[in-house]
């Protein structure tokens, strides 16, 4: 057994991280899933995402084969996210329903991994409270899982097993991609920016970006297999190269990835720190490089900025967003924003929804702010009671709906590109898919339009979604 230890994950060292460039499964473990099935239930962000697709590819390696749902599996994957309490409660409440599921199915094997493993303060929860998991591994040794699950059935054993120091990149991990006409692509992983209040630092380790050479091998890859759309991974791409020997960085990347030939470039997500003109620059530059941006302001109090850690002042992210807007006239602007961090008071509050109606953001994710064990925002006093926080976020909501909807008005009677994902899950009859400003539009069209960029003209805006007519079937 393994524990995470958070004070390792807290280090950073100036050592150069191995690539590895050979994974590959041990022959033994090759039909390990003949005649079984897994299923995999993916909590958090784009990047638990990419690594359910390179943990299913792992399966699949094995001869399992994906099930339609949980009472159909023979291996459960929960691959867990630990950026806010619910999200915990999400999964702790999953996994108690499972134990139900592990009585009646004796060889059900269940696993958990992702970012809650790297807490301390979880696994000692499942070893105390929830000992019917089977296999627990962390952000750092996915590739170790076919190894933990043979061992696992070979044994008849739990095995946990949790890094706190990040091990290699690895560049060729299989992945089983959820479409073939978009595709997620890291560029790199961890995060150095310990903004006070975020967890992920500690869970994903310290900032590795991968190399040009890699990124782009896999682009042209996907490219040849008729992908659209690539969107760029990583806690903050802005930041992307400073780890890297050579002198190359994001706006770089984002020219060489813009020369090739591919309809779709976006990428997420992005710290203003790090935010510089020759990224502006690339975006205005490169056709294809999609005009829409995440660009996280969490507070508009300066006092709040500073105790979060995030290294700008409320006016140089103003001046950020209206240079963006500017050169890029088209670009919609999205945003994260905390209400309720340790000592926020009703003016710094104020000051955050000056900014809102300053920016009028085109969307905004909006977050009570959440103690994670071990960060420093937890050992700070937080006096303000929920209901206020509570009544804070209900405001800022009401000003950021009012927003969305009407940066959506704009697109009222034009005619926008949409890559369509596939059919809706409320309706089977409507298709789905975004545009290029990153916004979702449905309209009725058939299933061959699905993984093509078709022209559709809006004619219904709501809050969330744009409604339209399919224009021409032109291949985009
Ligand atoms: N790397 C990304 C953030 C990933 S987390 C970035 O910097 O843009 C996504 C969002 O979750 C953050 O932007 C923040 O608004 C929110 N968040 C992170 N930690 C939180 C916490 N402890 N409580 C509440 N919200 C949090
Ligand atoms: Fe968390 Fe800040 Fe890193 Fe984003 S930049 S992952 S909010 S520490
Ligand atoms: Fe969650 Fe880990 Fe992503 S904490 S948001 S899954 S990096």
Known sequence: MQKPNLQQAKKRSNKKVPVINDFVIDDKLLALGLHKKYFIKTYGCQMNEHDSEKIAAMLEKMQFQVASNMEEADVIILNSCSIRENAHNKVFGMIGQLKQLKEKKEDLILVLCGCMPQEEIVVNKILTKYEWLDIVFGTHNIINFPNLLAKCIDERKPQIEVFSKEGEIYESLPVKREYPHKAWVNIMFGCDKFCAYCIVPYTRGKQRSRTRQYILKEIKKLIAGGCWEVTLLGQNVNAYGKDLSENYYFADLLNDIGKLDIARVRFMTNHPWDLNDDIIKAMQQNDNIMPHIHLPLQSGSDRILQKMNRNYTKDE??????????????????????????????????????????????????????????????????????????????????????????SNMQFKNTTVRVLVDGFSAKNKAVLTGYSENMKRVNFYGDEQLIGQIVPVKITEVKTWSLFGEIVSTKKG
Do not use: H, W
């Open 317 to 406: 992210y103003i001046k950020l967003y209206f240079k963006l807007k500017e050169a890029i006239p088209n670009i919609c602007i999205s945003t994260d924003i905390i209400v309720g961090f340790p000592g926020e008071e009703a003016k710094d509050f104020s000051e955050t929804l000056a900014v809102v109606n300053k920016c009028q953001f085109d969307y905004a994710f909006t977050f009570i702010f959440s103690k994670r064990e071990g960060t420093p925002a937890a050992a700070m006093a937080d006096k303000t009671l929920r209901e206020e926080k509570e009544a804070r976020l209900q405001k800022l909501n009401k000003y950021i709906s009012a927003y969305t909807l009407n």
